[in-house]
């Protein structure tokens, strides 16, 4: 499999986030809601998650110490702030923010005092079910309107994570992201599955509207830009946008060919 290299830089006083001192501590006796139990579990194609790059679920390669570094920032920062939502999105398609935001969650998973979500609200193009490897994904488009539960759509990988992947497209997307049912379903998942983090799968920016249509309902943004792709008047111009609207808490580099090993432990 081909190495995957990752810088993060992580946004700070500069867009105005709490500096980090102290970290709350962390629950000592975790008790989950009971809806969690009855979610179905993640079954996942091998194959699947191999070409897909999930570093973080078999820790197999060196990679995923990338994502455990990102993990633990993203989690500072976060609690730091009080926030629970994070949104994943990129200026262009291509770029790895879904490879991106299922490998942070799962390098999450292994934080056994956090409850994970994982949701594909890159309604357009869903791509979570694809490179989990998923058959028969739900419709999310049912979820975000109201007309199903949960437990319908939401997929549970061991006790701390929960994935609701996607089946098919929605065309008026952007439409269906600001009106009222989706954000009273949004709200439901704080309320019935207790979260600590909620990762949202975003849409590339500068493609539609998508992006600026669900930000209300989130509290920061990790922008994902692709090495040798991305320029950086791409990056500028998501990052001013975004800030205008939310807190831009890092840019990802995905992509990169090189990185010296020069902390190499």
Not at 52 to 79: E, P
Request: proline share 5%; net charge neutral.
């Amino acid at each position: 499999m081909e190495h995957i290299q990752i810088a993060l830089q992580m946004a700070k006083q500069q867009q105005g986030l709490a500096p980090v001192v102290e970290q709350p501590k962390p629950r000592l006796e975790v008790v989950k809601p009971a809806l969690w139990d009855r979610l179905s579990l993640l079954r996942s194609n091998a194959d699947a998650l191999e070409r897909g790059r999930l570093v973080s679920l078999s820790r197999s390669d060196n990679s995923h110490v990338a994502f455990d570094m990102m993990r633990t920032r993203v989690l500072q920062l976060m609690r730091a702030n009080n926030w629970t939502t994070v949104a994943i999105t990129s200026p262009t398609a291509g770029c790895g923010k879904t490879t991106v935001s299922l490998n942070l969650t799962f390098s999450l998973a292994n934080q056994r005092d956090c409850r994970t979500l994982l949701v594909d609200l890159d309604l357009r193009k869903p791509q979570i079910a694809k490179t989990l490897g998923i058959h028969n994904p739900p419709r999310l488009e049912n979820f975000l309107k109201g007309q199903s539960e949960i437990e319908d759509v939401f997929l549970r990988h061991g006790e701390n994570v929960a994935i609701a992947p996607n089946s098919l497209s929605v065309r008026l997307a952007a439409e269906l992201l600001q009106s009222a049912e989706a954000a009273k379903a949004l709200k439901g998942l704080k309320q019935k599955l207790e979260p600590d983090i909620i990762i949202l799968d975003l849409p590339p920016m500068l493609s539609t509207d998508d992006v600026m249509a669900v930000l209300p309902s989130v509290d920061c943004v990790i922008l994902v830009a692709a090495a040798e792709a991305t320029t950086r008047s791409e990056i500028d111009l998501c990052e001013l946008e975004l800030s205008q609207k939310s807190k831009v808490l890092g840019v990802v580099l995905n992509k990169c060919r090189y990185s010296p090993e020069k902390y190499g432990y």
